[in-house]
């Protein structure tokens, strides 16, 4: 069930919750709102395009934060190294 229409202010949970009711119900009302072609295919691939942005996302912080985390070892390799 929608709550509310302030899809601008959703989290990620949120945003998900509405885009799986949304591609789950589209092809009901698709001909009431003259959903056709690539705005209904859209509306029908909506969930499934979200949650591949989401793991992508999720994917790039957890390399940044790999990446960050070597660049403290590596920095803190080399000062030892220098007090060496």
Do not use: P
């Not at 705005?39 to 969930?47: D, E």
């Not at 591949?52 to 030892?80: G, M, N, P, Q, W």
């Amino acid at each position: 069930m929608i709550n509310n229409n302030r899809f601008s202010a959703d989290d990620d949970n949120v945003r998900s919750e509405r885009l799986v009711l949304l591609s789950s119900n589209i092809d009901t009302f698709a001909g009431d709102l003259d959903y056709v072609g690539a705005r209904l295919t859209w509306a029908q691939n909506a969930s499934g395009i979200w949650e591949a942005a989401r793991t992508v996302d999720e994917e790039k912080e957890s390399h940044r934060l790999t990446f960050s985390r070597f660049s403290i070892l590596f920095s803190c390799a080399t000062r030892i190294h220098d007090l060496n």
